[in-house]
């Protein structure tokens, strides 16, 4: 979105933008908060949470270098967050102030086609979820995420339990019986806290439970 724009543009927003800097697993903005400026990742990871009031988390983003938060608060009106924003490692974001934020929007065609194309991804995404969450059970959503971050035969992230859970939308008790079910099956292994793949295909038929 910025990559993009005029060279008089760039140099304006060089002045506007303000870097910030979050530790791993600090937390940016929390569900409910108000929100006074758009971010855009420039190094790191960031993660989008809905919270429930018992506590049960889902979560719904991963957003990388290029990605961008706090944008559709702005754009409602109502510039209070809806979801809990938190670093999973060190992050770099570049801020933008709501009234930048609009001015450019009004003035830069390329990027305010830049920001929809972000928006609608975001949006088909979260429709991919909530159809995984309606249609599909925990073991056939916990398949699909473990071929999803299958690398060279093993899931390349350690996850912990109660990670996957929140990505999963479920607690962390399903999530161990679904594990210990696979490994009883001979779907996969777990080796030192590695979730190591053995029946690709035996996975995919489970995807579709």
């Not at 999973?88 to 933008?96: N, R, Y």
């Not at 909530?130 to 971050?149: F, I, N």
């Not at 999963?168 to 099956?185: C, N, P, Q, Y």
Request: glycine share 10%; proline share 4%; with cysteine.
């Amino acid at each position: 979105m910025l990559a993009d724009l005029p060279p008089d543009t760039q140099h304006w927003l060089a002045e506007k933008l303000i870097p910030r800097r979050y530790g791993p697993d600090e937390i940016i903005v929390v569900q409910g908060d108000p929100v006074r400026a758009a971010c855009f990742v420039v190094e790191g990871h960031v993660r989008t949470v809905l919270a429930s009031p018992d506590g049960r988390e889902q979560v719904l983003r991963r957003l990388g270098p290029g990605g961008a938060f706090n944008v559709v608060p702005l754009l409602e009106g109502g510039c209070v967050s809806h979801v809990t924003i938190g670093a999973v490692g060190g992050v770099l974001v570049l801020a933008m102030e709501k009234a930048d934020l609009h001015r450019v929007i009004r003035e830069q065609p390329v990027f305010a086609l830049g920001l929809l194309q972000a928006l609608a991804r975001e949006i088909a995404a979260l429709s991919a979820l909530v159809g995984d969450l309606s249609l599909r059970s925990v073991r056939g959503r916990l398949a699909r995420l473990l071929l999803e971050q299958a690398d060279a035969g093993e899931v390349a992230r350690r996850w912990t339990q109660s990670e996957i859970a929140a990505r999963l939308g479920t607690v962390r008790e399903m999530i161990s019986r679904a594990l210990g079910a696979f490994a009883d099956a001979g779907l996969i292994r777990i080796d030192r806290q590695r979730i190591v793949l053995l029946d690709r295909e035996g996975l995919e038929a489970e995807m579709s439970r």
